[in-house]
């Protein structure tokens, strides 16, 4: 049976900003992180940063990677999509509903 899927968590991107910097490979970080290495390069290409004035600040850091990991799975939940299901829901379990 597989493992569940975990998130990176500030650690692990931390460990990967720091082994990026130092020019490791990813697929050597990968392995130091018991990660898939699609994993890592997903990582590093959808969390960098990109500032278009001062170019030499564009790079990959742990903390705004974080951050915007946090929004994109905030973005997918639906009660906060949906304020009006959301509504709908607390007004159920307020009267007693139970799902």
Do not use: C
Request: glycine letters at 4%; charged letters at 30%.
């Amino acid at each position: 049976m597989s493992k569940p899927y975990l998130h990176l968590d500030l650690e692990e991107r931390r460990k990967i900003a720091r082994w990026h910097e130092a020019k490791v490979p990813a697929t050597e970080i990968a392995a130091r992180l018991g990660r898939h290495r699609s994993t890592i390069f997903r990582e590093l290409s959808r969390n960098r940063f990109v500032d278009d004035e001062l170019r030499y600040l564009s790079g990959y850091y742990a903390l705004n990677a974080q951050n915007l990991a946090a929004e994109r799975r905030a973005n997918q939940r639906k009660l906060i999509q949906h304020p009006k299901l959301r509504a709908a829901v607390i007004d159920r379990l307020q009267s007693g509903w139970t799902p």
